[in-house]
């Protein structure tokens, strides 16, 4: 075969040619349909923490290459902020890194912890970029599917314990869970830890949405869990939290070697990232609860709305106890398939949405649901339900 006739995308990442919300964000610009599709606020976060980056920008800090971990205030505020919600001590110097979004976070951490051949045990469906960054690495990735019991997916444990063998080399954790809406319980989360401890697994956690947790006790980081503090790494975003996802400002906290493993590999990725956004972050991490109260009660608004207009237009509706996302069962209206729904959907209603299909391997298991998010403002999502009635 010569080279031009061999495909330019490597067979490890074949898979991953196209992204399902590149297509639909498409079809929402050309039929002027309102995209419940990817996971995007509308209005922007605080303006102080946006002028906090104007007086970055204009005092001359972050614009040349920050430090290779982050920021000091940055890591101070990210482990102030550990410690003021969750009790957690991480020391700023060895246990944090800032890096370019948790997107950069997940492929970092997979990068550096897993060999080639090595299983990543995580649950499905998963978001996007964890079987990619699993591939990148050279792992296999292992499918711990959550399945719809009374009103939401939950996770077998009997299943998980299973999936685990001899060559498995972590587990990849997601609560709450993009884009079923699961907040994983206390219970599961125990569970999930002492397996870890017993098969002496890394665990990588992804809590982006720890600020949308909207029943209940709260968020609780895995890392609390006993036995966890020093086989976890923790990942989480000022993109979710903060409403400025263009901004790519994440981080990584774990015990010092893991973070020493993660930050080999992140300096050969981007180096450094968003050198004025860290400082803006750093403020934005101090903020009074009351913003982060607010943040979740207006997203909680947020998630009525469109529930109970998915729920009037004949959706079975999965209330999410967290995320800014709804997974709908479409069977109840007749349709079984995800994608040719969603294909149809903004010439149908004028409404774009998500086949959560494309977060399984398991097509079939994922093939009748649809997710659409709620991160848009009040009027957006009542149009957008008007028209799903109509439908
Ligand atoms: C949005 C999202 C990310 C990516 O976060 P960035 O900080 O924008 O890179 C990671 N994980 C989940 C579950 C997400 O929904």
Not at 161 to 185: E, Q, S, Y
């Amino acid at each position: 075969m010569t080279s031009s006739a061999r495909p330019h995308l490597n067979r490890r990442l074949a898979e991953f040619g196209t992204t399902i919300f590149a297509e639909m964000s498409a079809l929402a610009v050309a039929t002027g349909a309102i995209n419940l599709g990817q996971g995007f606020p509308d209005t922007d976060g605080p303006e102080e923490i946006r002028e906090a980056a104007v007086r970055a920008l204009r005092d001359g800090r972050g614009n040349q290459y920050p430090p290779g971990p982050g920021i000091p205030e940055l890591r101070t505020a990210i482990t102030a902020h550990q410690q003021r919600r969750y009790g957690l001590s991480y020391d700023p110097d060895t246990e944090v890194l800032v890096t370019a979004g948790a997107t950069e976070a997940i492929a970092a951490s997979l990068l550096a912890l897993v060999e080639p051949g090595d299983e990543v045990v995580a649950l499905e469906p998963y978001y996007d970029s964890y079987a990619a960054s699993i591939a990148m690495a050279g792992g296999t990735r292992v499918p711990v599917t959550l399945r719809p019991h009374e009103g939401s997916f939950r996770l077998d444990l009997d299943e998980l314990r299973a999936a685990v063998t001899d060559r498995t080399r972590l587990l990849l954790v997601n609560t709450p869970h993009n884009p079923t809406g699961t907040v994983l319980t206390r219970a599961e989360l125990a569970a999930i830890a002492e397996l870890a401890v017993e098969r002496d697994l890394l665990v990588v956690t992804d809590e982006v949405y720890e600020h949308l947790v909207f029943d209940g006790a709260g968020h609780l980081p895995l890392a609390t869990f006993p036995g966890m503090r020093e086989r976890t790494v923790s990942i989480g975003s000022a993109g979710k939290t903060f409403s400025f996802t263009g901004w790519k400002v994440g981080w990584v906290t774990a015990a010092p070697a893991l973070v020493s493993a993660v930050r080999a590999v992140k300096q050969f990725l981007t180096y450094v990232a968003s050198g004025p956004f860290q400082y803006a972050v750093a403020e934005a991490l101090a903020l009074p609860d009351s913003y982060f109260e607010e943040f979740r009660s207006g997203m909680l608004a947020r998630r009525d709305i469109l529930a109970e207009g998915l729920t009037a237009a004949g959706f079975e509706v999965f209330r999410p106890a967290g995320t800014y996302f709804i997974t709908t069962d479409i069977r109840p209206l007749g349709e079984k398939d995800g994608f040719a729904f969603c294909r149809a959907l903004p010439e149908r209603a004028g409404v774009v949405a998500i086949p959560n299909a494309v977060f399984y391997d398991d097509r079939e298991a994922g093939a009748p649901f649809v997710r659409f998010a709620f991160c848009k403002r009040e009027e957006v999502l009542q149009e957008a339900a008007e028209r799903l009635r109509r439908m």
